[in-house]
């Protein structure tokens, strides 16, 4: 079964950066396809970001473009969301997911000025 266990969430100043890591076991990772997505406290789940099983494809929502790279290590199983220019509403949970294991414990992330 597998288990998606997501890192490196935290303090971060507006305009500033941090580095999601989302770290996959118990499956065959270059298998499957991984996204990222976001919550804030009463407000439904938000897709940030999705990447392709070899890594050579990226989406991303309209609201992080341009902010965020997703991408993927398929020697170490691992999935990252590079986060830039920071904005207070990308403050939120962050979950990676590959849209069929139930959801972790996420990682928060929370912008200050």
């Known amino acids: 079964q597998a288990r998606l266990v997501e890192s490196g969430g935290g303090l971060a100043r507006l305009g500033g950066s941090l580095r999601l890591s989302c770290a996959v076991t118990?499956?065959?990772?270059?298998?499957?396809?991984y996204k990222w997505y976001r919550q804030v406290p009463g407000k439904e789940r938000e897709y940030v970001a999705g990447?392709?099983?070899?890594?050579?494809?990226?989406d991303y929502a309209d609201s992080v473009k341009g902010r965020f790279i997703i991408s993927r290590d398929n020697n170490r199983d691992m999935v990252f969301l590079q986060m830039n220019h920071l904005k207070f509403e990308d403050t939120a949970v962050y979950y990676c997911?590959?849209?069929?294991?139930?959801w972790g414990q996420g990682t928060q992330v929370t912008v200050f000025s």
């Open positions: 990447i392709s099983t070899s890594g050579n494809t990226a």
């Open positions: 118990g499956v065959n990772f270059g298998d499957y396809e």
């Open positions: 997911t590959d849209m069929i294991t139930d």
